[in-house]
């Protein structure tokens, strides 16, 4: 600013002081106004272009939370820009407990709006709907997300599990890799876990001799780890270690931080839009090199195993996977359709399968042994019953555990079955429409690229299919009468987790 004082010029925005003629001083002060009155209007229109701003974007944030609304659909009660997720952001609730409320509070809603900051998803609130989304109308709702460009930058395919594959090419890959997952394929494998599982016990024993007390979360992360490792990459002894790398790398593909959250969560197809990959670098390099050097050394010995390593080189060795072009006309034959792409059977594509098992299977079939557990310290005539079959069961096969002698401990697949209900891992499913579906029985109008919750954690615990939700019960699987889709520990339907047999039978031994 300019003050004009008794002949002296002030000049605030020099920090100098000046004398000046008094004939002069009249000049001065009018040119310090017009420098007041410029630099006010700048600082007007900066401030109200920061205004106009905010307010067009809080309108938009209105309109945004209108939009179920306005479709007739009941909703939430969604926030300004953090929609209905600010209990999960304070960690006052998991995300499933959140969507059990909501179920709770709308139980005669078959569907329910609700904001995931800003992106509106519909919660299917009826079973029949639920049935619908993973069965009758899969083929609107094949997606989970949106998959790298793997026609741009072939590269990307390291980055690309089952669960981030889409439309034809998950299909196509998904059929490739399903034979690994056999009861034929399994039951070949059994031995190999069953010495994990004989080694893993000594690991226990000799642990308890030390201490009374032990984390059991963290030692069944070990097992898991460790079979992992043998199947998927053909090592050994390599996650039981005490201070074993490949299982610390293992948990970095999943631990929680922000990069995971935006990655998996928040905002998948901005962090491809930006280039970043849509999976924690330690895949590439740790995780990429260890598959890379494993399918050398087992294409070069030339050494056979029952694992799914040798399933890999086996595809390897075939070169291609055709994917049928994605076409609207449904009635065409597949001969008319013809081959879209070919895929390599690239080592890129197997890392990012093998790292997908560890996605997968590493921290929910730990958890999930870590629960059953507890509710079997908790229960423990019902740990006495598990015994006594797991007795009668041996006797009968000369003390010889095997992969069919675990399919007829019927309890014990009683009390898993009803410690994955009461202990959901992952609570609540998400799919993308892959096609514009109106939903049966309401208002909505689901577009192409718009997402669906399905409460896992809600249905779980409803009373109408499971009496007496809080309680352990295995007997309540005695007679299982209840309608498809009320038990989702793997979800349901073609895109069912394709290892569920894998991680029955490593959790059960």
């Known amino acids: 600013m300019c003050y004009g004082l008794r002949g002296w010029a002030i000049e605030a925005f020099g920090t100098s002081i000046v004398k000046v003629s008094p004939h002069s001083t009249l000049t001065w002060n009018i040119e310090c106004l017009r420098r007041i009155l410029s630099s006010t209007m700048d600082g007007a ?5 920061i205004l106009s701003v905010f307010v067009f974007l809080v ?8 939009y179920w609304s306005d479709q007739g659909v009941r909703q939430w009660k969604p926030l300004l820009f953090v929609g209905d997720v600010l209990p999960v952001i304070l960690r006052r609730q998991t995300f499933g407990q959140l969507i059990m409320e909501i179920c709770r509070a709308l139980p005669n809603e078959p569907v329910i709006g609700f904001y995931f900051f800003m992106k509106p998803i519909l919660i299917m609130n009826d079973i029949e709907l639920v049935q619908r989304v993973f069965v009758k109308d899969f083929p609107h709702f094949t997606n989970r997300r949106r998959q790298p460009d793997v026609e741009r930058d072939p590269q990307q395919f390291m980055h690309m599990t089952l669960f981030n594959t889409n439309g034809k090419l998950w299909r196509a890959i998904r059929s490739k890799f399903q034979p690994m997952f056999t009861n034929g394929k399994l039951k070949l494998m059994f031995p190999q876990v069953l010495d994990i599982s004989d080694y893993f016990i000594e690991l226990l024993k000799k642990e308890s001799q030390n ?4 984390d059991m979360t963290e030692y069944f992360g070990k097992f898991t780890m ?16 005490e201070n074993s790398e490949f299982r610390e ?20 197809s901005l962090v491809q839009t930006l280039g970043i990959p849509p999976m924690p670098g330690i895949m590439r390099s740790y995780f990429g090199r260890i598959v890379k050097n494993a399918l050398k050394t087992r294409r070069e010995s030339n050494v056979k195993r029952h694992d799914f390593l040798q399933h890999m080189v086996t595809l390897q060795e075939k070169g291609f996977i055709e994917v049928e072009k994605e076409d609207a006309n449904e009635e065409m034959s597949e001969t008319e359709r013809g081959p879209e792409m070919k ?9 990012g399968q093998a790292s997908g098992f560890i996605l997968a299977g590493f921290d929910t079939t730990a958890l999930t042994m870590a629960w059953m557990c507890y509710d079997l310290a908790s229960n423990p ?24 002698t675990t399919k007829e401990m ?32 309401t208002s909505a109008v689901l577009r192409t690229g718009d997402y669906v919750y399905i409460p896992v954690l809600d249905i779980h615990m409803n009373p109408k299919f499971y009496p007496d939700p809080e309680k352990f019960d295995p007997e309540r699987w005695t007679e299982d009468d209840r309608p498809a889709c009320t038990h989702l520990p793997f979800g349901a339907g073609p895109r069912v987790c394709i290892g569920t047999s894998d991680s029955r039978y490593t959790i059960l031994l």
């Open 343 to 351: 895929v390599e059977m690239s080592d890129e594509l197997m890392i």
């Open 249 to 268: 790398n293992g948990k970095k593909l999943i631990e929680p931080s922000l990069a995971n959250f935006m990655r998996y969560m928040v905002a998948p």
């Open 381 to 404: 005539e019902i740990q006495t019953k598990i015994r006594e079959e797991a007795r009668e069961v041996l006797s009968k096969h000369g003390n010889r555990m095997d992969y069919d």
């Open 226 to 241: 460790e079979v992992l490792g043998a199947t998927a990459f053909g090592l050994n002894g390599r996650a039981m270690d």
């Open 211 to 214: 201490t009374n007390k032990i």
């Open 45 to 49: 229109l900066i401030i109200a272009g």
């Open 59 to 66: 309108l938009v944030a209105i309109k945004r939370n209108q």
């Open 410 to 441: 019927k309890y014990l697949i009683k009390c898993l079955k009803e410690s994955s209900r009461l202990h959901v891992i992952l609570d609540a499913f998400f799919r993308m429409v892959s096609k514009p579906y109106n939903v049966p029985g």
